[in-house]
């Protein structure tokens, strides 16, 4: 089964609103959670990393102001997405890393209207 | 920063047909390569790995070779299959390449 549960699949929010986008850890302590966007025919660009219990570290160019990242246990990483405009529609991705494998949460599309 | 780049975005196979998928890398310290498919609308799924210090692996159809003087992986898909259509990454941690589309016409 999945390492990593990433919930909303897909969220349409208005302008001005606030999302949150949870990823789960099954069975698994993710020490560390990447967080990536990705938009259509484009690869997935890393935005931020956190490390549980401390601040994340963002990209160059990735507001962390507007890009809220917790992740306050090995179990759960949040990305939350303020004052959302529909430039930032996209698809966003969590991941996570054992010492062989790299996890993907099944990624949040994200439409802002 | 580093890159991780592909050299072709597109590529259409026969299905039974072999496929390889190429990609450069430009920091020459990278000593761990991942590729990865992604299906539309889904997150990516890992498909194969391989360190530095090896220039083949192989797993179930799937071959990743690695030359580090050029700076070159590449992703060999034995006998294609159509269920292995899918847009394929090469990664160097944590960052991605720009993605190949593998169509496999039946």
């Known amino acids: 089964g999945a390492v990593v549960s990433q919930h909303p699949s897909w969220v349409i929010c208005k302008s001005g609103t606030s999302v949150k986008i949870e990823c789960r850890s099954l069975?698994?302590?993710?020490?560390?959670m990447f967080w990536y966007r990705q938009f259509p025919k484009q690869s997935l660009m890393l935005m931020a990393t956190?490390?549980?219990?401390?601040?994340?570290?963002?990209e160059q160019g990735v507001e962390k102001d507007k890009f809220l990242i917790n992740h306050a246990s090995l179990t759960l990483s949040t990305l939350t997405v303020t004052s959302a405009h529909p430039e930032d529609s996209s698809f966003y991705i969590c991941?996570?890393?054992?010492?062989?494998?790299?996890?993907f949460g099944q990624g949040t599309r994200l439409t802002v209207v | 920063g580093e890159s991780v780049g592909l050299h072709l975005p597109t590529l259409s196979v026969q299905e039974g047909d072999n496929s390889i998928i190429n990609c450069a890398y430009s920091?020459?310290?990278?000593?761990?390569f991942i590729w990865y498919k992604q299906e539309s609308g889904k997150g990516p799924q890992f498909i194969i790995d391989?360190?530095?210090?090896?220039d083949k692996r192989q797993g179930q159809r799937v071959t990743v070779l690695l030359n580090k003087t050029v700076k070159h992986l590449s992703l060999q898909i034995a006998a294609t299959q159509p269920g292995d259509s899918a847009v394929y990454f090469c990664?160097?941690?944590?960052?991605f390449g720009d993605g190949t589309t593998l169509t496999v016409k039946p």
């Open positions: 956190s490390n549980e219990g401390s601040k994340a570290t963002y």
């Open positions: 920091n020459s310290a990278s000593d761990y």
């Open positions: 391989i360190r530095s210090n090896m």
């Open positions: 990664a160097e941690n944590p960052g």
């Open positions: 991941s996570t890393r054992s010492n062989t494998e790299a996890f």
């Open positions: 069975d698994f302590q993710a020490t560390t």
